[in-house]
T-cell receptor, first 109, second 119 residues
Framework: GQQLNQSPQSMFIQEGEDVSMNCTSSSIFNTWLWYKQDPGEGPVLLIALYKAGELTSNGRLTAQFGITRKDSFLNISASIPSDVGIYFCAGPRGGKLIFGQGTELSVKP | GAVVSQHPSWVICKSGTSVKIECRSLDFQATTMFWYRQFPKQSLMLMATSNEGSKATYEQGVEKDKFLINHASLTLSTLTVTSAHPEDSSFYIC???????????????FGPGTRLLVL
């Protein structure tokens, strides 16, 4: 089925480094959502974007809704060990959520 | 706000038994609830969409007689895995939404998940 293309699939970084991941689609989305999933837990909503060009921050996290409405990125600044987890982008389509494949983030203290 | 709970958080059962998982929206009324299944290191796979008071809509390949969904109220949906077998072992996650709302804004809030192990 339709899926968002999320990259990179995994990242191994040093504590304190900045992180950037992105999501692209061949079709337009009117909403972009970024979730984080810790091991054994459900996804937690980090940032919701509703307008093309919108740039939204949540603490050390910043996400942007691409102007073409076909992409979005998520940045994490000054990473810390608790940032470890899987990050998913998602967009609603036909009453359902379409998910990216996820970016697994590992942070080395 | 927008808290979704699931119960139980984990369950171990014998093959052939049925298991019921509850999903509740604690501080909002959910027009729609969703049930997902997730395998290790993979994204979430939608199983079915559930609206209060109506029959669930199942995704292709999901057996509706195997995975019974009841959406009794605007705050409660249940998933029953009937005659569970080892291949049904997985992580089941529900989510809830209030619907598109203004300007088409639509957000799903997820429960913490239920780990099912069928022996």
């Amino acid at each position: 089925g339709q899926q968002l293309n999320q990259s990179p699939q995994s990242m191994f970084i040093q504590e304190g480094e900045d992180v950037s991941m992105n999501c692209t689609s061949s079709s337009i989305f009117n909403t972009w959502l970024w979730y984080k999933q810790d091991p054994g837990e459900g996804p937690v909503l980090l940032i919701a974007l509703y307008k093309a060009g919108e740039l939204t921050s949540n603490g050390r996290l910043t996400a942007q809704f691409g102007i073409t409405r076909k992409d979005s990125f998520l940045n994490i600044s000054a990473s810390i060990p608790s940032d470890v987890g899987i990050y998913f982008c998602a967009g609603p389509r036909g009453g359902k959520l379409i998910f990216g494949q996820g970016t697994e983030l590992s942070v080395k203290p | 706000g927008a808290v979704v709970s699931q119960h139980p958080s984990w369950v171990i059962c014998k093959s052939g038994t049925s298991v019921k998982i509850e999903c509740r929206s604690l501080d909002f009324q959910a027009t729609t609830m969703f049930w997902y299944r997730q395998f290790p290191k993979q994204s979430l796979m939608l199983m079915a969409t559930s609206n209060e008071g109506s029959k669930a809509t199942y995704e292709q390949g999901v057996e509706k007689d195997k995975f019974l969904i009841n959406h009794a109220s605007l705050t409660l949906s249940t998933l029953t895995v009937t005659s569970a077998h080892p291949e049904d072992s997985s992580f089941y996650i529900c989510s809830a939404t209030t619907g598109p709302g203004l300007a088409g804004q639509e957000t799903q809030y997820f429960g913490p998940g239920t780990r099912l192990l069928v022996l």
